[in-house]
């Protein structure tokens, strides 16, 4: 999906509950990118669609180079907000088909949460174009397990009741073969972690409007999907609180013409 005007700024309205109520990358991640990416304290990163710093900040905080490229002015600010006190972070206004980066000056590309909205065709011929000749491509998604439970799969009934564009946009969409034409001559690999996510009733309130795909606090459906997702969680919390678990995806490889 192309990063259109719509798919750019979809998630305006949502940064301060995606901030607070978006999973965040298991640490596993790191190890996962200095084995097989040759990722060291020298290179650099590009993360693309860096949103409000999520994976951004993961890299920094183990002392990475990062450029963090968001088209998103709302979730762009955030992030500059959030993590100006790192050096190492370098925050620019661009897209995935128009990074604005030097040529050839990108070690290691990383996309958490955002390829499904980009053009793949305009997206490959600018990674390569950023990439140095030997440097990799990771693309990563933190992806609902709607069967690890009973409470996640009510979760996920829940979104197919009430998503607006759900079946049409959700990151669960990503196909394997898709990312491998992606890749395609070059061979693509797959790892995935296990991350879960603990939160109290006011946390799966936020999870929820994090979310671009269901209705907002000014819709009409909303006071009705509340109402469903606070039954839901009444039935499977335990002390409080439920676990939101999620296969956490990567997809890393190196990229050619």
């Known amino acids: 999906m192309s990063t259109s005007i719509k798919s750019t700024e979809r998630f305006s309205n949502t940064v301060e509950y995606y901030i607070k109520y978006r999973p965040h990358y298991p640490q596993q991640?790191?190890?996962?990118?200095?084995?097989?990416?040759?990722?060291?304290?020298?290179?650099?990163?590009?993360?693309?669609?860096?949103?409000?710093?999520?994976?951004?900040?993961?890299?920094?905080?183990n002392n990475f180079q990062v450029r963090?490229?968001?088209?998103?002015?709302?979730?762009?600010?955030?992030?500059?907000?959030?993590?100006?006190?790192?050096?190492?972070?370098?925050?620019?206004?661009?897209?995935?088909?128009?990074?604005?980066?030097?040529?050839?000056s990108i070690d290691l590309?990383?996309?958490?949460?955002?390829?499904?909205?980009?053009?793949?065709?305009?997206?490959?011929?600018?990674?390569l174009r950023i990439l140095k000749p030997d440097g990799w491509c990771v693309l990563l998604w933190n992806l609902r397990d709607s069967l690890a439970s009973p409470f996640m799969h009510a979760y996920e009934e829940l979104l197919l009741k009430h998503g607006t564009d759900y079946?049409?946009?959700?990151?669960?969409?990503?196909?394997?073969?898709?990312?491998?034409?992606?890749?395609?001559?070059?061979?693509?690999?797959?790892?995935?972690?296990?991350?879960?996510?603990?939160?109290?009733?006011?946390?799966?309130k936020g999870r929820i409007l994090s979310t671009s795909y269901l209705p907002k606090t000014e819709d009409q459906a909303y006071t009705i999907l509340m109402q469903n997702a606070k039954q839901i969680f009444e039935h499977y919390q335990q002390e409080g609180k439920v676990n939101f678990i999620y296969q956490c995806k990567c997809y890393y490889g190196q990229l050619s013409v």
């Open 167 to 204: 079946k049409q946009v959700a990151a669960e969409n990503v196909k394997d073969e898709k990312i491998r034409k992606f890749f395609n001559p070059l061979p693509m690999n797959i790892e995935i972690v296990e991350n879960i996510q603990i939160l109290d009733w006011e946390g799966v």
């Open 68 to 104: 963090g490229v968001e088209p998103n002015q709302a979730m762009r600010i955030a992030a500059e907000q959030i993590l100006q006190n790192y050096k190492n972070f370098t925050s620019l206004d661009g897209t995935a088909e128009q990074t604005t980066l030097v040529s050839h």
């Open 29 to 61: 991640i790191i190890a996962l990118l200095i084995k097989h990416c040759l990722l060291g304290p020298s290179k650099i990163i590009a993360d693309i669609g860096s949103g409000t710093g999520i994976l951004t900040k993961l890299l920094l905080d």
């Open 109 to 127: 590309i990383t996309v958490a949460q955002a390829f499904h909205w980009f053009d793949p065709i305009k997206v490959k011929q600018e990674f």
